[in-house]
C-alpha cells in the first residue's frame, strides 16, 4: 500500500452538504491541542472546531470573552499538527471581527494563513452577516452560529436557552436564513429547543450542527472536555458524559505523588546504570578534581 493510499479521505464542505442531503449525521467535535486532535482523528470526526471554549476549558479564562486571537492562533496551530482528514474550523474570538469587514477578513486570513484552518467560525446574526459576507467574499468559508452565543452572554441575560417563544424562534430562523444567505456553508445551533429546530432545519439548504438542540439538527458537536469528564467547572444540561477522564487523571497523579513521598519512585527499573569500572573511575576523578572542597 502507498503512503497516499494510507492516508485517510480529506473531509471537505462538499462532503458536509452531501452528508445532509443523504442524512447522514455529521459528527463535530472540538480541539484544543495536539493530543485532543490526534484523539479527534482516530475517533473519525468529521469536524474538529477549535472552539473559543478553549479560554475556560484550557486557558482558565472565566469566560470565553477574554481569549486573544494569538493565544487562538497558538491553541489551533496545534490542533492542525495533529490532523490529516477531518474539516478543521477555528473560531475567531470576541473582538477580532466585530467592528469592521477590514477588522473580520483579516483576522479571518490569519487563521488561514498562520494556523491551517480550512474554514472560520462567527458568532451572532444582525450585523455579523455582513462580516460573514465579508470573510467569504475574501476566498474563507465561514460557519455561522446562532441561538445561544457565549461571547454576547451578557446581552442574552446569562447562559439560557435560546427561541424558547414563537417570536425569539422566528428571529433564529431569521438569522439562519440571513448567514445562509450570506454564504455561510453551515451553521451551528446552540441551545435552541428541540422543536424549534426541527422547524427551522428543513427550511435551510446548508448542515445545522446542534449543540443542545435537539436531534433534528444534521449533525453534533461536544466540547472535548466536557464529553470526556475532563473539564471541572460547569457542564451544560445538554452534556453527555462519555467518560470521567478527571477522576482518573486525579487518582494517577496521586499515586505518582503518594509512591515519590514514600520512596516507591523510582525504582530501578526506571534508571539508567553505569558499568562498574566507570562508577571506580567517576570516583577518581571527582576526588582528583581541583574544583572539590
Do not use: N, W
Not at 452560529?145 to 435560546?162: F, N
Amino acid at each position: 500500500m502507498s503512503a497516499d493510499a494510507a492516508q485517510p479521505a480529506r473531509v471537505t464542505i462538499p462532503m458536509l452538504a452531501q452528508k445532509k442531503t443523504a442524512r447522514e449525521p455529521i459528527a463535530m467535535v472540538t480541539a484544543y491541542d495536539y493530543p485532543g486532535a490526534q484523539v479527534a482523528e482516530a475517533a473519525g470526526a468529521d469536524v474538529v472546531l477549535v472552539g473559543d471554549s478553549g479560554a475556560m476549558t484550557v486557558l482558565g479564562y472565566d469566560s470565553t470573552v477574554p481569549v486573544s486571537v494569538d493565544e487562538m492562533l497558538m491553541l489551533t496551530r496545534a490542533v492542525r499538527r495533529g490532523l490529516v482528514a477531518p474539516l478543521l474550523v477555528g473560531d475567531l474570538p470576541f473582538g477580532s471581527y466585530e467592528a469592521s469587514d477590514e477588522d473580520a477578513v483579516r483576522t479571518a486570513q490569519r487563521f488561514v494563513k498562520e494556523a491551517g484552518c480550512d474554514a472560520v467560525k462567527i458568532e451572532r446574526g444582525g450585523t455579523t452577516v455582513a462580516r460573514a459576507r465579508a470573510i467569504i467574499d475574501a476566498g474563507i468559508p465561514v460557519m455561522g452560529h446562532v441561538g445561544l452565543t457565549p461571547q454576547t452572554v451578557t446581552a442574552l441575560g446569562g447562559y439560557r436557552s435560546q427561541g424558547r417563544t414563537a417570536e425569539s424562534a422566528l428571529q433564529v430562523a431569521r438569522d439562519a436564513l440571513a448567514l445562509q444567505q450570506a454564504g455561510c456553508f453551515s451553521l451551528v445551533f446552540e441551545a435552541i429547543p428541540s422543536e424549534a429546530t426541527a422547524a427551522i432545519v428543513p427550511r435551510l439548504d446548508i448542515p445545522v450542527i446542534g449543540i443542545g438542540a435537539g436531534p433534528a439538527a444534521d449533525g453534533q458537536v461536544l466540547v472535548f472536555h466536557d464529553l470526556l469528564g475532563i473539564y471541572g467547572g460547569h457542564a451544560a444540561r445538554f452534556v453527555k458524559r462519555y467518560a470521567d477522564l478527571r477522576s482518573t487523571m486525579v487518582d494517577g497523579v496521586t499515586a505518582y505523588v503518594d509512591d515519590v513521598r514514600s520512596g516507591g519512585y523510582p525504582e530501578a527499573a526506571h534508571g539508567y546504570a553505569m558499568e562498574p569500572g566507570e562508577v571506580e573511575r567517576l570516583r577518581t576523578l571527582l576526588s582528583e578534581s581541583p574544583d572539590q572542597p
